[in-house]
């Protein structure tokens, strides 16, 4: 997806009878270069880790449930997502490992999870 608006979009549309869902946000470009010869792209994107699922049909205990089995999800597309960057996978061997940040996603149209949210440099 490319904005908060196509995501709710899509989000609505995606029925609870599914399971979860992996969704990724094209990244925005900017630089940190001190000087022109130094001159990179930091893309900054993130990957979202999401189960929709009404909140008044949910109890507590699987309320918990199910941010727990999207953390375990979320784990694993963050250990193929390093996996790759260590085996020189494109821009993907540029991944900024300290900027790698998990934050959890609460009804973002009835979906709940967890968004991985990282930078890699790209080279122009």
Not at 33 to 56: C, E, F, G, I, N
Not at 90 to 106: D, T
Request: charged fraction near 20%; charge should be negative; aromatic fraction near 12%.
């Amino acid at each position: 997806v490319i904005d908060d608006s196509q995501l709710t979009q899509y989000l609505s549309e995606h029925p609870t009878t599914k399971n979860y869902l992996i969704v990724g946000v094209l990244p925005d470009f900017g630089s940190n270069a001190a000087t022109p010869d130094s001159y990179m792209l930091r893309a900054s994107t993130q990957l979202m880790v999401l189960k929709k699922a009404s909140v008044s049909e949910q109890n507590y205990d699987a309320y918990y449930k199910m941010f727990d089995d999207a953390y375990i999800l979320t784990e694993l597309v963050l250990k193929k997502l390093i996996k790759d960057s260590l085996s020189c996978c494109n821009n993907l061997r540029f991944l900024k490992a300290s900027s790698v940040q998990i934050v959890p996603v609460w009804n973002k149209n009835e979906c709940f999870g967890w968004n991985i949210l990282f930078n890699f440099d790209l080279n122009v």
